[in-house]
């Protein structure tokens, strides 16, 4: 291994260079900083090799700031264009495992400081060059051959900067183009699975990942890079159903990663054999039975949602690689996809979001829609949630006087519904789901049965503890 | 449902059925029954309200990789009249006993005196708190779902109000018994049945602590699962000796916060200072402080200090309560004309019980001298007594100058009197260098005796052994006066739980790896090299982006010392269960909440069973959850019942160079692979593991060789290629950095290039070929062949054949 004039460590990470421990200051809010990650062919990339146009370090002034652009160029054979912003987001790692160097923000907003300590050690910045690329080159395999340029000099940098900014549009175009049908191939990741056996994360270009830090790109790059790991390509196989998103290729991997456990996942169902949940997700959905609609609520917000319960109460009862229906685990990202849930009516169908969730998300909500959703500030419990929706004439509203003719129906058949609640948990768990336990629900099915002669209970293998009984005598 | 309330049911086909009942109360409410249903919500393990041999098999099987270590203290038995036994050379004592049974019942003692000082600690309070309170007060522990982690895990009970603890208490204390039964002669013969023993009374302790902490931070207004709770001042330097000052000791903060509402009801609190040492300290920085109020109330210092402040003459009255309370107060404080008032029962001190006496009587005979102290059990009149004591006594002491440290001239003399014999060295249980240090001090430079004040742990063994009646600990302190009174430093205070959202964001980093590792700094202030040890590990980890976790006296020291800004690690490093963060859940009695974090890893992330699932539970930590506990300066039983609460959790303890004088430590033989095999439940196949964590419970000689076993101990069998590679690289530098080494073993651990250290991957490619022979291919920089262990994310690693679907 070459020998840096600096250490290389991840513990180098958190560190900040100060303005009294800084030599000097490359792009950030005084000046311009860019970085910039482009495929190119192997025979124009020189393996390993710094350029410097502008001033190099030892040409530099003490304590001033200069406009800084880094390109880095990548080749080989499974490099293509659709990996460089994956390869991009590294660049912030890698630089600041340096130490004695500071790297903030990407793309056109780079911000980086050279301490005095570390620019004592070397004169150049191609030392610095050369170990950010065997950092790259040591992670990322695929890369083969890489360069890299640094550009010093205001009018360069201005140069690099406009042509860069076309690029980001188009990358950005096409990651925004880019849908389930235009791809073959998506991506599964079994992180989770050490932590919920049964998770089978599926990451297609209209889903990102329930923790929301793999996207297709993502997914892609890394299967490149290890075929064997822990994320791996899903051929999708045949559309079953366009709606839903149900692909053969995903029910044959959701079989063989789960052990069994889960037959089907479809992946923009809500209701119906939905994605499974981990035990990282960003978001939680929630079905509001009394509304017909679906509330989401993300794991920052700490207070309660109108179902009276808060973001860990539900998030308890969604994961663990389970398909719970009426609760499904999101990443936030999967809000801007717009195939978000549509087997169950996408945005039509969501009546309440935490004020901080929808002010983040506020740009992809439907401009009908926005004002008709409403937050903790407007609805904190269902009398109040069904209310703003009735006034405001929510779509699901006209999913209510349906409802309702049914609801009458079935109250005349209240006795026997009693005893088929009653016995649901006790099934439950057999199936292999997991039932949520809502604080609306009857808790103690065996203590008391309708006056239609009583239920019956088969206990198998069970083991009851009971702490204290109460036993009271009829007063009447 | 609620409309049907009566009705008759019918329950056949009973098969492998076992009800238990514990109490069958008639002719209550009906709406209790449907309370006692409720409670057992979700469903259940095999073992709620386990008894001593409930979790055998799981203590045998941890044994079974993790074999027992005895170092005993001394060769003789003396518990009955049929002793004193001579046990060395495997001899048998009278009553049959043999020596690796008798230490092994040496070190259940200390689990059990732990256990039971941090349960008896938990009653009381939640009796206090049950009588102001009422049984019907909700338990609050902030937002979240699992609120009782340990009570759940353990007894399958999912409590809601302060009166849902007690069957819980009851439990412990029933189980306390049968286990304090067994240190009877003649009752317990085979060592690992103690060890199994000692296990189970880890386990109640921290059950006990969680009911403490969940009764007080529920009805004292502590803050609830805040990473922003407070800062506090810290140390003898922040207390104004200008004013009358009000020294609290102990761990049960009830009685102290009646004489805060007294203080706070007469504006008092800034016209005096109320600091407080050991935990009740902290516990006094969290009472009505769910606000974010600085507290006003202040942190002096550890145990080690105890001696110390009372010597400065600096308290104008001080109040005891229980454990970790020195037993000389009082005959230290009568040479000061400081009085002391012992409010629990628990430490009485041979003082008169003035309970039912009227406060300003108390007062009078406390300021004429006619009594040194008493015992106040009315906390309203505590309340009022004690400040009106520092009030009293203040500007008396004030007059007449009270303190123990000598004058210079005085100084002169004593250091004179000195004739280098050497004792004070033999008894100082640091060792420390007390004649050498004095000697120099006779030429008027008194450095070498100030170096000593940190290292120093104030117990006073010295000036007992020495023949010119120096009192060496006055001599220090008066060496560091200056140091003294630059003694000042923050501390968070404690926020109580990690909240279930909190263990949800950072599972991800669990899983990805990104999160290094936890590192759970507790415990007391016997440091082998003086308080700074524990910065230095906390700030090594926090800097390589662990989670550190703190609470009690390790968490005070933490916070003594500052950067180059002047900041201490509390103000840089914020206060999540998150990678990069420094939390601090509280008092002693709060290390609860840092065991409950890997219970709740396992039960909210994962979505395991927790109630009354131990040992699945437990096996899951030990094989996923890369936390590692360190209790540095361990001292007491009760760090003992911590620890070893941890070790049947599945969660690894080191421990400084003293605690070897527990006797028994449980590590495991890394070079026999017959004990590195695990099932792999997908199909109940074996799969080889590395061999980490090495131990469950292990001493280290310095703080540098404890954090390289730290991180190493963070490796699991679980890790991804990612966190496997940042655990590595950890472990690497740190054993180059302090070490000045490479470890031999470190290649166990690679299961394929990605799990190696980026910086280094290269240079460790060399070195697997050339030393271990692995093959290489150079071009895709990738292992053929060599590693025994294989990687599979999905594997899903546990030690109970029972989790294993059926292959």
Redesign the interface.
């Given at each position: 291994?070459a020998e840096f004039p600096f250490e290389?460590?991840?513990?180098f990470?958190?560190e900040r260079v100060r303005k009294e421990g800084m030599f000097v200051e490359l792009g950030g809010p005084k000046s311009l900083g860019l970085e910039l990650v482009r495929a190119a062919d192997m025979d124009a990339i020189e393996d390993d090799k710094v350029t410097i146009i502008g001033p190099d370090l030892k040409d530099m002034e003490e304590g001033k700031t200069y406009p800084w652009a880094m390109i880095f160029n990548i080749g080989g054979e499974l490099v293509e264009q659709d990996l460089e912003s994956v390869v991009e987001r590294r660049v912030h790692d890698f630089i600041n495992?340096c130490q004695g160097i500071m790297h903030l923000n990407q793309r056109y907003d780079v911000w980086m400081r050279v301490s005095k300590d570390t620019a004592a050690k070397m004169d150049s910045f191609e030392p610095f060059g050369k170990a950010v690329m065997m950092?790259f080159k040591?992670?990322l395999?695929f890369i083969e051959k890489m360069q890299v340029t640094f550009y010093t000099e205001k009018a360069e940098v201005e140069k690099q900067l406009e042509t860069a900014k076309e690029i980001f549009k188009a990358r950005d175009l096409r990651t925004k183009d880019l849908h389930d049908e235009d791809v073959d191939v998506f991506y599964g990741c079994?992180?989770?699975?050490?932590?919920?056996?049964t998770n089978v994360c599926v990451v297609s270009p209209d889903r990102v990942s329930l923790?929301g830090?793999i996207n297709w790109f993502d997914g892609r790059a890394a299967a490149k890079v290890?075929p064997e790991?822990?994320q791996f390509e899903i051929a999708k196989g045949d559309l079953l159903d366009a709606s839903t998103g149900e692909y053969s290729g995903i029910n044959v991997v959701a079989k063989k990663?789960s052990?069994n456990d889960i037959q089907k996942i479809k992946l923009h169902s809500f209701f119906d054999c939905p994605h499974t949940s981990c035990?990282?997700?960003e978001v939680v959905g929630f079905y509001i039975p009394e509304v017909e609609g679906i509330g989401w609520v993300n794991?920052?917000y700490?207070?309660m949602a109108p179902n009276g319960i808060?973001?860990?109460?539900m998030?308890?009862q969604t994961?663990?690689?389970?398909q719970i229906v009426g609760f499904l685990g999101i990443g936030v990202n999967y809000f801007y996809s717009p195939k978000f849930i549509q087997a169950d009516g996408g945005w039509d169908r969501v009546v309440w979001l935490p004020s901080m969730l929808k002010e983040k998300i506020a740009e992809t909500i439907p401009a009908d829609l926005i004002d008709k959703i409403p937050t903790e500030k407007e609805a904190t419990d269902i009398q109040s949630l069904k209310a703003f929706l009735e006034e405001k004439k929510h779509p699901v509203v006209a999913r209510w006087a349906a409802a309702e003719e049914e609801e009458e129906e079935e109250e005349e058949e209240e006795e026997e519904e009693?005893v088929a609640?009653?016995a649901a948990p006790m099934m439950m768990?057999a199936a292999g789901y997991?039932m949520p336990?809502m604080a609306s629900m009857?808790?103690?099915?065996?203590?008391?049965?309708?006056?239609a002669g009583?239920?019956?209970?088969?206990?198998?293998?069970?083991?009851?503890?009971?702490?204290?009984?109460?036993?009271?005598?009829?007063k009447e | 449902m609620s409309k049907l309330s009566t009705g008759s049911f019918s329950i056949e086909d009973l098969e492998s059925v076992q009800i238990t009942i514990n109490n069958i109360v008639g002719a209550a409410k009906a709406v209790a029954e449907t309370k006692a249903v409720a409670e057992t919500t979700g469903p259940m393990g095999p073992t709620p309200f386990p008894s001593i041999a409930t979790l055998r098999d799981w203590n045998f099987t941890l044994f079974d990789r993790y074999e027992p270590v005895y170092t005993p203290m001394c060769d003789q038995c003396c518990y009955c009249t049929f002793g004193p036994c001579n046990l060395e050379g495997n001899k048998r004592g009278a009553c049959g006993i043999d020596m690796k049974g008798q230490t092994a019942r040496e070190f259940f003692l200390r689990c059990i005196t732990g256990c039971a000082c941090h349960s008896a600690h938990g009653r009381h309070i939640l009796n206090h708190l049950v009588d102001l309170f009422g049984e019907d007060m909700p338990i609050n522990m902030g937002a979240s779902n699992v609120i009782a982690p340990n009570i759940q895990l353990v007894t399958g009970q999912q409590p809601k109000t302060l009166g849902d603890l007690k069957p819980i208490m009851e439990y412990v204390e029933e189980e306390l018994g049968q286990l304090l039964a067994t240190i009877h002669a003649g009752q317990e013969a085979a060592a690992i049945d103690y060890d199994n023993k000692a296990m189970f009374a880890g386990m109640l302790d921290h059950v006990g602590m969680e009911v403490s902490d969940i009764a007080q931070v529920t009805s004292l207004g502590f803050p609830k699962s805040d990473p922003e709770a407070p800062l506090v001042e810290t140390g003898i330097g922040t207390l104004d000796a200008s004013k009358p000052i009000i020294i609290a000791i102990g761990h049960n903060v009830a009685g102290v916060t009646y004489i805060m509402d007294y203080m706070e009801e007469h504006d008092l609190t800034d016209k005096m200072e109320i600091g407080g040492l050991c935990c009740t300290a902290f516990d006094m920085t969290r009472y009505k402080r769910e606000d974010r109020k600085a507290p006003y109330a202040k942190i002096v210092g550890t145990i080690s200090k105890e001696l110390k402040v009372v010597r400065s003459g600096i308290p104008d009255v001080i109040v005891l309560d229980e454990q970790c309370v020195r037993a000389d107060l009082v005959v230290e404080g009568q040479k000061l004309k400081i009085p002391v008032i012992a409010s629990n029962e628990k430490i009485m001190y041979g003082l008169p019980d003035r309970t039912n006496d009227n406060v300003d009587e108390i007062v009078a005979d406390l300021v004429s001298g006619k009594i040194p102290g008493c015992v106040m059990l009315d906390y309203d009149k505590l309340g009022e007594l004690v400040p009106k004591v520092a009030m009293a006594m203040a500007p008396i002491r004030d007059a007449e100058g009270l303190t123990a440290i000598p004058t210079d001239e005085e100084m002169k003399v004593l250091v004179s009197k000195c004739v280098e014999c050497g004792e004070c060295a033999l008894a100082c249980p640091e060792e420390l260098e007390i004649p050498e240090a004095i000697a120099i001090a006779k030429g008027g430079d008194y450095s070498a005796l100030e170096e000593l004040h940190d290292l120093c742990i104030g117990c006073r063994r010295c000036e007992q052994v020495c023949n010119k009646e120096i009192p060496v600990l006055n001599l220090i302190e008066k060496a560091s006066l200056k140091a003294i009174s630059e003694e000042k430093g923050l501390v968070r205070a404690g926020r109580g739980q990690v909240s279930d959202a909190e263990i949800r964001a950072e599972g991800l980093n669990l899983v990805m790896g990104t999160t290094p590792g936890v590192i759970a700094i507790i415990g007391c202030s016997n440091y082998p090299a003086g308080t700074k040890d524990v910065y230095n590990i906390a700030e090594e980890f926090l800097n390589r982006n662990y989670i550190v976790a703190v609470s009690g006296c390790s968490a005070m020291d933490i916070g003594m010392f500052k950067d180059a800004d002047g900041k201490t690690l509390y103000e840089r490093f914020p206060g999540r269960f998150e990678r990069g963060n420094l939390l601090n859940t509280g008092s002693c009695v709060s290390n609860a909440h840092i065991s409950g974090t890997a219970h709740k890893v396992a039960a909210i992330f994962a979505g395991r069973t927790l109630s009354g699932n131990l040992a699945e539970i437990a096996d899951y930590t030990l094989n996923r959850v890369g936390a590692v506990g360190l209790a540095w300066g361990a001292y007491s039983q009760k760090a003992a019942a911590i620890g070893t609460g941890c070790n049947i959790f599945g969660i690894p303890a080191v421990l400084g160079p003293h605690s070897g004088k527990y006797r028994r430590a449980l590590i495991a033989k890394t070079y026999d692979e017959s004990k590195w095999k695990l099932y792999d439940s997908r199909n109940g196949s074996e799969m080889a593991i590395p061999p980490s964590p090495e131990f469950l419970i292990t001493t280290a000689e310095t703080w540098q060789e404890a954090t390289v076993m730290m991180a190493k101990n963070c490796i699991r069998v679980s890790d991804n290629s990612m966190g496997r590679s940042i655990k590595l690289t950890h472990w690497l530098e740190l054993s180059e950095k302090y070490l000045g080494i490479l470890p031999d073993d470190w290649w166990k651990f690679v299961r394929n290039e990605a799990d190696l250290p980026l910086a280094k991957r290269e240079m460790l490619l060399k070195m697997l070929e050339a030393e271990r022979g692995w093959e290489i291919d150079w071009k895709k920089k990738k292992i053929m062949s060599g590693p025994k262990i294989k990687f599979d994310v999905s594997a899903q690693p546990t030690n109970l054949k029972r989790l294993c679907k059926e292959a």
């Open positions: 291994m290389i460590s991840p513990m990470e958190g495992y950092l040591t992670e395999p079994t992180l989770c699975q050490s932590f919920a056996p923790c830090a290890d790991g822990p990663l052990s035990g990282c997700f794991r920052e700490q207070g808060g973001f860990s109460t998030a308890g994961g663990g690689g389970k009693e609640t009653a768990p997991q336990s009857p808790m103690m099915p065996m203590m008391s049965a309708g006056k009583g239920i019956k209970i088969t206990f198998k293998k069970a083991k009851i503890s009971i702490e204290r009984m109460v036993i009271s005598e009829k | -």
